[in-house]
Antibody, heavy 119, light 113 residues
Framework: QITLKESGPTLVRPTQTLTLSCAFSGFSLSTSGVGVGWIRQPPGRALEWLAT???????RYSPSLGSRLTIAKDTFKNQVVLTVTNVHPVDTGTYYC???????????WGQGTLVTVSS | DIVLTQSPDSLTVSLGEGATLSCKSSQSVLYTSTNKNYLAWYQQKSGQPPKLLIY???TRESGVPDRFSGNGSATDFTLTISSLQAEDVAVYYCHQYHRLPLTFGGGTKVEIK
């Protein structure tokens, strides 16, 4: 059974860096074809893909956030970390991590962590 | 970017009645070499993460009730709930994984009449 759990700060000040962790179990990020990604959801709004890291350490980012995002994995700790630099109030929302299958879709999601950006 | 447009924004249906949700893509999400549509449907209940219902446009995820079905190809897709149950109240999102950046539709909210 695949499980994922996000953790991180609930409140971040504008211009600061947000660091989120995703601890997972039930799969290995060294298995060919799989990945872990981050998707966020502003309150009352739709889902937005942010970044994906693959088993081979390949990384893909949303162009809309571009250089503000960094994703990294620790295969031995079964953990993926996302950093978002220079946050603004529009970055407020629930951040989810999810398991990316070999088929290309997300089949398991964490419960999400709500992040508020406010001074 | 591939834009997914879902309609209607919201839908009110009586228990036991059927519901059809639409998702239109600005570009084809059909990968011709595999003949697969890279389109998934998710259900999100209030306060919960999205749950995968359908992938490859029409393949039901394990454990998903067979009242949920997906159809369509290339740019036009539908999710059908054949007989709405109380537990189906949720927002439904389509998602394309054909091309980066990955994108989601704006969602359709399904409520009980």
């Amino acid at each position: 059974q695949i499980t994922l759990k996000e953790s991180g700060p609930t409140l971040v000040r504008p211009t600061q860096t947000l660091t989120l962790s995703c601890a997972f179990s039930g799969f290995s990020l060294s298995t060919s074809g799989v990945g872990v990604g981050w998707i966020r959801q502003p309150p009352g709004r739709a889902l937005e893909w942010l970044a994906t890291i693959y088993w081979n350490d390949d990384k893909r980012y949303s162009p809309s956030l571009g250089s503000r995002l960094t994703i990294a994995k620790d295969t031995f700790k079964n953990q993926v970390v996302l950093t978002v630099t220079n946050v603004h109030p529009v970055d407020t929302g629930t951040y989810y991590c999810a398991h990316f299958t070999r088929s290309g879709h997300w089949d398991s999601w964490g419960q999400g962590t709500l992040v508020t950006v406010s001074s | 970017d591939i834009v997914l447009t879902q309609s209607p924004d919201s839908l009110t249906v009586s228990l036991g009645e059927g519901a059809t949700l639409s998702c239109k893509s600005s570009q084809s999400v059909l990968y011709t070499s595999t003949n697969k549509n890279y389109l998934a449907w998710y259900q999100q209940k209030s306060g919960q993460p999205p749950k995968l219902l359908i992938y490859w446009a029409s393949t039901r995820e394990s454990g998903v009730p067979d009242r949920f079905s997906g159809n369509g190809s290339a740019t036009d897709f539908t999710l059908t709930i054949s007989s709405l149950q109380a537990e189906d109240v949720a927002v439904y999102y389509c998602h394309q994984y054909h091309r980066l950046p990955l994108t989601f539709g704006g969602g359709t909210k399904v409520e009980i009449k």
